[in-house]
Structures are given as structure tokens and as C-alpha cells.
């Protein structure tokens, strides 16, 4: 004889599984990503690292489920730039105001090294904890920079270098043997702005007056007991008791029927309501706000990765044509541009800003938001915006341009290396490396400068409604925080990718609801078809790249090596 009551307890564990109170998990240890691979390698090697997007809407969705009744948070590991961690500040925030718990839980904010920026990012959460051998570096914030001007000399290595103008210092590294008066006070103003926001952000987690935030500034790192004594963590705890903890909170009581409390990641409970609600092939009456993202250095053709860690590469080919494609969607109501991006190539940023421009002209209105890093040709990419979203925390403006060769003269004649030519033109050999720029090719060096810098503050001026003079006063190469530039009017407003959703909705018409969706999402069997044409969204794919410098690549495009391009932030900004 069947027993039904067997077969009805699987369906009736499935059901209170579906309808279990949830606990949703954030583990910041693999770092976050501002966009999905296209190829299928990266896809393999990003499987531990969520889009920052999907975290951002899961948490705000989150918010108001009231199926979700806590938030922890598991902070260390991979370092992330200042501009996430203010996008995830945000989206926490959001989140305390509907009364839910949060938790941030770390082994350690910084061991033996600097961990004043995963503290920043904890202390958005309502309850800090600590494992008992961790501790808290909170030591303030540093920039540093090496020259290495004695060591390319020793090499018999010369680089002729021209800039628009004295805060364009990318090459300075290789220049001068240490901070030039511009390079100091620009630096010295990042790192002011910075700590401000970090004092205002940790004085009101910890509901701390400023001065005393600076004070324990000054005298950090704490041990985890000196920490707890100081009010920075609220109490101490392994993982297992920080987890059985919250979870225990939401148990059902003894003798219930009730489901206890699930723990899922925050990216698993977004994709799972974005699959539940998702948006057919060809959906019908549907509009939504399509994000395109433009990560990494900004080079001509398509963008691409390094399996090697090399980083991503903007390649203008592909934004380009993701733009053309949702200019044609008739789905697409508005148009969400993440750019995080150091720059590099100008005609590369210009193709891009055009591709920008266009698609605002034609009704479709275009949200720049703009991530750690968005300057030089990061900040001209974004010019043909309808908006401009800059997090307080990120790196922009470097309205500047530079151009440069390292020569090679001194270090080949050591090796025993000559070279010769024949050449055809009395500038043929111009950007040769075993020579000079001669007195009539710094003249065309100098036209470059001064055309490519006219043309970027000419642009500037147009975009944000300024004099050419104010411009000028702004740029020179000059890299700002969001925050000084939102009040220099670089920017307009302060805020991560939910602001500039939301702003593309209100302009596009939509409802508060309407989906942000990465842009284009090519289906699998799509990208093994070549495109048509360069009107194809297929052509809107990123491809892998086998770079032969990987992780080397910046340091070689530093040295004189290829680089990227003329419109490139100076220096090498990591905050920690």
C-alpha cells in the first residue's frame, strides 16, 4: 500500500525551503567585478567574483523582502577600490533603514599591512566583528609612488617626454627622482579628500565625533582586544560563532512546523528573482535600462582580457558597437555607461564618445557612472553623457594629455648593439627608440599636444557649460576625487550605479522598477557565429586575449614599452 504521507513530506520540505527565512551572505574575500566575462575562460576564472551590480541590486531588493531577515558580510581578502566600497556603504546602508541586521565579520582588517579601507567598508554595517586573533589597522591612508630615475639612468636610458600640462605626471616615474611641487599637492589633495570621507563614514557607523576618529587613526593598528576596548568592533568571534549567532536568531521555536533560516549569497538571491522575473527573448511592451560596461585601459579595436592577469583593455570597436546596438533596440529605453578605466588611447576615447553622443541625440538618454577609477580617457569616454554619477571616493578629471619615448641609445651601445637605416622622409624614424626627437619633430610633438589638449577642454567646456578659461584652471592634468569634482562641476552628481539607474529611468520615463540589464547578452550560440557587420550586436563581445606581458603589462607600458595611450591618469593610485 502507497503511503501518501512519504510522498507528500518531500513536497512539503520543498515548500518550506522556498519559504524559509533567509539570511543573505556577501564574502568580499575574491573581490568584486564591474562586468560578466564574454569569453568562457573568464567566465570559469570569475565564478567566485560577483558583479557588483548584482550584489547592489540584491541587497536594495533585499531590502524590502521581508522573506530576508539579516545581512552578514565577510570582509578581507582581495583588496577593492575605493569606489566599490562606497557603491556597498551605500546599498547597506539602504538596507539598515528597513531594521534588518547587519553584520560584518572579518579574520582580520589588515594583517601586518593596511586595512583602514575594509574597515571604512565595516563600519556601514550595524554590528563589527572580530576573530579573536585578528586586528584592526586602522592607520590612515598613503600614497606612494617610486621613481626609478637613478635606475634607468644606470642603464644608460633617456625618455623625452612632453605633457598638457604640470599635473600630467604619468611618467614621472621614470622622470624625476620624486614628487615635483603639482604632483605633490595633487596627490597631497586625494589623500586629504579621501581621509575626510573616511573619518565622516567611520564617526557615524561608530556614532564617533571626527576628532576622535583621527585620534585613533593616529595611534593604530589594534590588537583585537585593543580594538573591542575602543568601541572599533563590537564584539569577538570566529566564524562558526558569528554565523550560529545570527542564524539562531531566526530559528524557529521548539515543536514548530516552520523552516529554519537559510544562508544564501546575495549574487545567488539577485540572479535567482532576475530569472524569476526575467525578460523574454523578444519581450512585448517591455522596456528596461541596458548597461554597457567599459573596464580597463581604452585602446583601439575590441576589448579584451589576459588569462595572464594582465586586466581588462576597453577596446572602442566593442563599446562602440554595444551602443550602436541599443540605439536600434527598441527595448532599450535608456542607457547606464559604467566606465572604470585609467584611460589611454585619445582616438580610441574619442570613437567612444562619439558612439555616446549619438545615442543621446538620438532620444535614448545616456547615465555615465563611474567606478574607482575614471579619468583622462576615462572622464573624455563619459563627456557625451547625458549625466555624470561619480562616487565621492573615485579617481577622475586628469583633462590632460603626455607623449613620450624611452631612448635606448646608451643602454644598446653597452650591450654592444648598433643600429642603422635607410630612410625615405626627414621625419621617418621620429618614433624610433635609438634616437631623439630632432628640433622640427618637437614641433610636431608640440602640435599634438596643444591639438589633443584643445580638443579634450573643448569638449569639457561643451559638456559641463564652461569657459574655456575655467576649464583650463580645472584640467592641466589635474586628477580629482568625485567629491572635489562634483563641487568643480566635473561631475553632477555623487552616487554608484542604483543613482544613475534611477536617473536613467526618470529621464527615460520608466517606472522606479524597470530592470537594469547588462548590454548586449548575446545568446551562447550567437558567439559562435561571426558577426554579420560591425552593426551586428555580436560585435559588442569582449574576446580573450593572449597578452604576451600579462601582469607585466603596465610596468611595460610605464618603461616606454607599447602603452596604451596619451590620455592616461597619472601615477599608480592604490588606496588602502
Given at each position: 500500500?502507497?503511503?501518501v504521507?512519504?510522498?507528500?513530506?518531500?513536497?512539503?520540505?520543498?515548500?518550506?525551503?522556498?519559504?524559509?527565512?533567509?539570511?543573505?551572505?556577501l564574502?568580499l574575500?575574491?573581490?568584486?567585478?564591474?562586468?560578466?566575462?564574454g569569453?568562457?575562460?573568464?567566465?570559469?576564472?570569475?565564478?567566485?567574483?560577483?558583479?557588483?551590480?548584482?550584489?547592489?541590486e540584491?541587497?536594495?531588493?533585499?531590502?524590502?523582502?521581508?522573506?530576508?531577515?539579516?545581512?552578514v558580510?565577510?570582509?578581507?581578502?582581495?583588496?577593492?577600490?575605493?569606489?566599490?566600497?562606497?557603491?556597498?556603504r551605500?546599498?547597506?546602508?539602504?538596507?539598515?533603514?528597513?531594521?534588518k541586521?547587519?553584520?560584518?565579520?572579518?579574520?582580520s582588517?589588515?594583517?601586518f599591512?593596511?586595512?583602514t579601507?575594509?574597515y571604512?567598508?565595516?563600519?556601514?554595517?550595524e554590528?563589527?566583528?572580530?576573530?579573536?586573533?585578528g586586528?584592526?589597522?586602522?592607520?590612515?591612508?598613503?600614497?606612494?609612488?617610486?621613481?626609478?630615475?637613478?635606475?634607468?639612468?644606470?642603464?644608460?636610458?633617456?625618455?623625452?617626454?612632453?605633457?598638457?600640462?604640470?599635473?600630467?605626471?604619468?611618467?614621472n616615474?621614470?622622470?624625476?627622482?620624486?614628487?615635483?611641487?603639482?604632483?605633490?599637492?595633487?596627490?597631497?589633495?586625494?589623500?586629504?579628500?579621501?581621509?575626510?570621507?573616511?573619518?565622516?563614514?567611520i564617526?557615524?557607523?561608530?556614532?564617533?565625533?571626527?576628532?576622535e576618529?583621527?585620534?585613533?587613526?593616529?595611534?593604530g593598528?589594534?590588537?583585537?582586544?585593543?580594538?573591542?576596548?575602543?568601541?572599533?568592533?563590537d564584539?569577538?568571534?570566529?566564524?562558526?560563532e558569528?554565523?550560529?549567532?545570527?542564524?539562531?536568531?531566526?530559528?524557529?521555536?521548539?515543536?514548530?512546523?516552520?523552516?529554519?533560516?537559510?544562508?544564501?549569497?546575495?549574487?545567488?538571491?539577485?540572479?535567482?528573482?532576475?530569472l524569476?522575473?526575467?525578460?523574454?527573448?523578444?519581450?512585448r511592451?517591455?522596456h528596461?535600462?541596458?548597461?554597457i560596461?567599459?573596464?580597463?585601459?581604452?585602446?583601439?579595436?575590441?576589448?579584451r582580457?589576459?588569462?595572464?592577469?594582465?586586466?581588462s583593455?576597453?577596446?572602442?570597436?566593442?563599446?562602440?558597437?554595444?551602443?550602436?546596438a541599443?540605439?536600434r533596440?527598441?527595448?532599450v529605453?535608456?542607457?547606464?555607461?559604467?566606465?572604470?578605466?585609467?584611460?589611454?588611447?585619445?582616438?580610441?576615447?574619442?570613437?567612444?564618445?562619439?558612439?555616446?553622443?549619438l545615442?543621446?541625440e538620438?532620444?535614448?538618454?545616456?547615465?555615465?557612472?563611474?567606478?574607482?577609477?575614471?579619468?583622462?580617457g576615462?572622464?573624455?569616454v563619459?563627456l557625451?553623457a547625458?549625466t555624470?554619477?561619480?562616487q565621492?571616493?573615485?579617481?577622475?578629471?586628469?583633462?590632460?594629455?603626455f607623449?613620450?619615448?624611452?631612448v635606448l641609445?646608451?643602454?644598446?651601445s653597452?650591450?654592444?648593439?648598433?643600429?642603422?637605416?635607410?630612410?625615405?622622409?626627414?621625419?621617418a624614424?621620429?618614433?624610433?627608440?635609438?634616437?631623439?626627437?630632432?628640433?622640427s619633430?618637437?614641433?610636431?610633438?608640440?602640435a599634438?599636444?596643444?591639438?589633443?589638449?584643445?580638443?579634450?577642454?573643448?569638449?569639457v567646456?561643451?559638456?559641463r557649460?564652461?569657459?574655456?578659461?575655467?576649464?583650463?584652471?580645472?584640467?592641466?592634468?589635474?586628477v580629482?576625487?568625485?567629491?572635489?569634482?562634483?563641487?568643480?562641476?566635473?561631475?553632477?552628481?555623487?552616487g554608484?550605479?542604483?543613482?544613475?539607474?534611477?536617473?536613467?529611468?526618470?529621464?527615460?520615463?520608466?517606472?522606479?522598477?524597470?530592470a537594469?540589464?547588462?548590454?548586449?547578452?548575446?545568446?551562447?550560440?550567437?558567439?559562435?557565429?561571426?558577426?554579420?557587420?560591425?552593426?551586428?550586436?555580436?560585435?559588442?563581445?569582449?574576446?580573450?586575449?593572449?597578452?604576451?606581458?600579462?601582469?607585466?603589462?603596465?610596468?611595460?607600458?610605464?618603461?616606454?614599452?607599447?602603452?596604451?595611450?596619451?590620455?592616461?591618469?597619472?601615477?599608480?593610485?592604490?588606496?588602502?
Amino acid at each position: 500500500m502507497v503511503d501518501v504521507g512519504k510522498l507528500i513530506e518531500p513536497v512539503a520540505m520543498i515548500h518550506r525551503r522556498r519559504t524559509a527565512p533567509l539570511v543573505l551572505e556577501l564574502d568580499l574575500t575574491e573581490g568584486l567585478t564591474d562586468e560578466t566575462p564574454g569569453d568562457p575562460l573568464g567566465q570559469v576564472m570569475a565564478l567566485r567574483r560577483h558583479r557588483l551590480s548584482d550584489v547592489v541590486e540584491g541587497i536594495r531588493r533585499a531590502a524590502r523582502d521581508p522573506r530576508v531577515r539579516a545581512l552578514v558580510a565577510r570582509i578581507g581578502g582581495q583588496p577593492l577600490g575605493f569606489g566599490r566600497v562606497q557603491e556597498l556603504r551605500a546599498a547597506v546602508t539602504a538596507f539598515r533603514r528597513s531594521g534588518k541586521p547587519t553584520v560584518a565579520w572579518s579574520e582580520s582588517f589588515g594583517e601586518f599591512g593596511p586595512g583602514t579601507v575594509p574597515y571604512y567598508l565595516a563600519a556601514a554595517f550595524e554590528e563589527i566583528v572580530l576573530q579573536p586573533s585578528g586586528s584592526v589597522g586602522l592607520t590612515g591612508l598613503s600614497v606612494t609612488n617610486r621613481f626609478f630615475r637613478d635606475a634607468v639612468d644606470k642603464l644608460g636610458i633617456e625618455y623625452e617626454v612632453g605633457a598638457r600640462y604640470e599635473y600630467k605626471t604619468a611618467v614621472n616615474m621614470v622622470t624625476e627622482r620624486g614628487f615635483t611641487d603639482a604632483h605633490r599637492e595633487a596627490a597631497g589633495r586625494i589623500v586629504e579628500s579621501l581621509t575626510e570621507q573616511i573619518v565622516e563614514g567611520i564617526g557615524e557607523g561608530r556614532h564617533r565625533p571626527a576628532e576622535e576618529v583621527r585620534a585613533l587613526i593616529d595611534r593604530g593598528p589594534f590588537l583585537a582586544a585593543e580594538a573591542l576596548e575602543a568601541g572599533l568592533v563590537d564584539r569577538l568571534g570566529y566564524r562558526d560563532e558569528v554565523y550560529a549567532e545570527l542564524l539562531g536568531r531566526f530559528r524557529p521555536a521548539a515543536g514548530s512546523h516552520d523552516a529554519p533560516p537559510r544562508l544564501q549569497y546575495v549574487a545567488r538571491y539577485h540572479r535567482t528573482h532576475a530569472l524569476a522575473n526575467r525578460i523574454p527573448a523578444v519581450p512585448r511592451g517591455r522596456h528596461y535600462v541596458g548597461l554597457i560596461s567599459g573596464v580597463g585601459q581604452i585602446v583601439t579595436g575590441r576589448s579584451r582580457r589576459s588569462p595572464l592577469g594582465g586586466g581588462s583593455a576597453m577596446g572602442s570597436d566593442t563599446v562602440a558597437a554595444a551602443f550602436r546596438a541599443a540605439r536600434r533596440d527598441p527595448h532599450v529605453r535608456a542607457v547606464v555607461f559604467r566606465v572604470d578605466s585609467p584611460g589611454g588611447s585619445y582616438i580610441a576615447s574619442d570613437a567612444i564618445w562619439r558612439e555616446v553622443r549619438l545615442t543621446r541625440e538620438s532620444g535614448t538618454p545616456v547615465v555615465v557612472s563611474m567606478g574607482d577609477v575614471a579619468g583622462s580617457g576615462g572622464y573624455f569616454v563619459a563627456l557625451g553623457a547625458d549625466t555624470i554619477v561619480a562616487q565621492p571616493g573615485t579617481l577622475t578629471g586628469s583633462i590632460g594629455v603626455f607623449v613620450g619615448k624611452a631612448v635606448l641609445t646608451g643602454l644598446l651601445s653597452r650591450l654592444g648593439v648598433s643600429s642603422d637605416s635607410v630612410d625615405a622622409g626627414e621625419h621617418a624614424r621620429m618614433f624610433a627608440s635609438d634616437r631623439g626627437f630632432t628640433e622640427s619633430e618637437w614641433e610636431r610633438v608640440n602640435a599634438m599636444l596643444d591639438h589633443i589638449y584643445d580638443d579634450f577642454t573643448a569638449k569639457v567646456a561643451a559638456s559641463r557649460g564652461m569657459s574655456r578659461e575655467r576649464v583650463h584652471e580645472l584640467a592641466r592634468g589635474r586628477v580629482w576625487t568625485g567629491r572635489d569634482a562634483a563641487a568643480n562641476g566635473l561631475v553632477d552628481t555623487l552616487g554608484g550605479v542604483e543613482t544613475a539607474a534611477r536617473i536613467a529611468r526618470e529621464k527615460a520615463g520608466l517606472p522606479p522598477l524597470a530592470a537594469l540589464r547588462p548590454f548586449p547578452r548575446p545568446h551562447p550560440l550567437e558567439r559562435l557565429v561571426p558577426a554579420e557587420s560591425s552593426e551586428d550586436r555580436t560585435a559588442a563581445a569582449a574576446r580573450l586575449r593572449l597578452s604576451s606581458w600579462g601582469p607585466l603589462a603596465e610596468l611595460s607600458a610605464r618603461l616606454g614599452l607599447p602603452a596604451a595611450g596619451p590620455l592616461v591618469v597619472p601615477g599608480t593610485w592604490e588606496i588602502r
